[in-house]
């Protein structure tokens, strides 16, 4: 397949863009990668995404497809013949997409403010909800990992792009609050887990580097503190 | 339990209605079971304990939680009948892409629109009318979203047209002036049996529900 037939507007540090490219890696399709500058949107961007406005859109054949889980789902069923993403089974499906759901709407939401807290209280009030997201995840992947070692069994799944995508994050707020979110006493599922799937190579090019992520994470923070909106 | 479908549910709610919706198009019996949310069953809580929260569809003992997750389940399980979702991957995209749209803006916005009063009511209908715009043109000059048929984004937005009373009545403005396509593709779907046996008496959503909770919180 010619490279030029799959692009993928998006940016190096979002999550979303990285399910977008690991699915896109564990089909092996060859895409190109078009990195959209931070507070500057394309004109390409706006007129894919007019909806929204926002990152990753992938373009298939200049028809473009938005929403990262979206993008997944849409790259599992055209690139077919490449190992699976989603569960063949409609229940598995429905707990993979039941997950990867609560990830998006209440999980990443918590983790998102952690490292924007100022302060101790505020620092653990804000660490609370995150834990308890971890423990229902560390639940979950002990109910339908079968064995592991990631959530979709002996393979990468959607639950596991899904969620793993936020596994830059969750270091960078580990080496903010100095608190091991992940670890073997209280999540060891999800600690055998996070070095697998960080290790997938599917994963390890895009997962962005911790210290990297810190510093651009920061800089995000800064930016937001110094305009009010 | 002796049905192998169960639905917990509560009567005016979108998310459930989609569910209904869905289950009717399919052809599916089921066993409904109203909850009462302020005093939430032992069953609701034990399937979803998750986010305690209706609807939830226990099929064979096993539960499925959050509505287009059950509603794209339905979809998958009786394949055979009414298919919800196009078979095309582009167009089951676009599918996913506006029932996610449905969920994050028309909710919250519609929501808004009924807990509050003065500018945060008048900014909250603004929105909930530009989000039903946006839909307006989404949907062209097709019969349903669905193309011919009625498909997964109409299900996902149906529910809605059961509030659309309630909304005018809190924000003082009629749908039809604004969003005339949205109004007339609600009444094509509503002669579907599917879709107006699923879906609750919009009056008695405003007059039971709506409008003695806005009484309780302070806003009338």
């Not at chain 1, 010619?2 to 564990?26: F, Q, T």
């Not at chain 1, 804000?126 to 423990?135: F, I, N, R, S, Y």
Request: aromatic fraction near 10%; include cysteine; charged fraction near 25%.
């Amino acid at each position: 397949m010619a490279k030029g037939e799959v692009k993928l507007l998006g940016s190096w540090p979002s999550p979303y863009v990285m399910r977008a490219r690991i699915a896109l890696n564990l089909k092996s399709v060859e895409y190109e990668f078009l990195e959209e500058k931070l507070g500057v949107k394309s004109e390409l961007l706006l007129k894919s995404n007019p909806v929204h406005k926002k990152i990753p859109v992938l373009l298939h054949h200049s028809k473009p497809i938005c929403e990262s889980l979206v993008i997944v789902q849409y790259i599992d069923e055209v690139w077919s013949s490449g190992p699976a993403i989603l569960p063949s089974d409609p229940y598995d499906r429905a707990v993979a997409r039941f997950w990867a759901s609560y990830v998006d709407e209440k999980f990443f939401p918590a983790l998102r403010a952690l490292p924007m807290a100022q302060g101790k209280e505020a620092m653990e009030a804000a660490m609370h909800p995150v834990k308890e997201g971890l423990a229902l995840l560390e639940d979950a992947y002990a109910n339908h990992s079968k064995g592991g070692p990631f959530f979709g069994g002996g393979q990468i799944s959607y639950l596991d792009v899904a969620f793993g995508c936020f596994l830059g994050v969750i270091r960078v707020s580990e080496k903010v609050t100095g608190v091991a979110l992940i670890n073997e006493h209280t999540t060891p599922g999800l600690a055998g887990w996070a070095e697998e799937f960080c290790a997938h190579p599917a994963v390890e090019d895009v997962m962005p580097d911790t210290d990297k992520l810190t510093e651009f994470i920061n800089r995000i923070i800064k930016m937001k503190s110094q305009s009010p909106n | 339990m002796t049905k192998v479908v169960v639905l917990l549910d509560f009567w005016l709610s979108p998310f459930g209605m989609r569910v209904r919706v869905a289950l009717a198009e399919k052809g599916v019996e089921y066993e409904y079971r109203e909850e009462d949310l302020g005093n939430k069953s032992q069953l609701l809580l034990q399937m979803n304990p998750v986010h305690k929260k209706i609807p939830v569809l226990i099929h064979n003992g096993k539960p499925i939680c959050e509505s287009l997750v059950i509603v794209q389940y339905i979809d998958e399980t009786w394949k055979n009948k009414a298919p919800l979702l196009p078979s095309d991957p582009y167009q089951r995209a676009e599918a996913r892409f506006w029932g996610d749209y449905i969920d994050k803006q028309i909710y919250s916005c519609g929501r808004r629109l009924w807990t509050t009063k003065g500018e945060e009511q008048e900014a909250a209908k603004k929105e909930l009318i530009e989000c039903f715009k946006v839909l307006e043109e989404h949907l062209g000059d097709r019969t349903y979203f669905g193309g011919d048929n009625l498909g997964f984004v109409d299900v996902a937005l149906i529910p809605f047209y059961s509030w659309f009373y309630a909304f005018e009545t809190c924000g003082n403005f009629k749908m039809e002036e604004w969003c005339p396509k949205i109004v007339s593709w609600a009444k094509t779907c509503m002669q579907r049996e599917s879709v107006s046996k699923s879906l609750v008496d919009p009056l008695k959503v405003c007059h039971d529900f709506v409008l003695p909770r806005r009484k309780t919180l302070g806003l009338d």
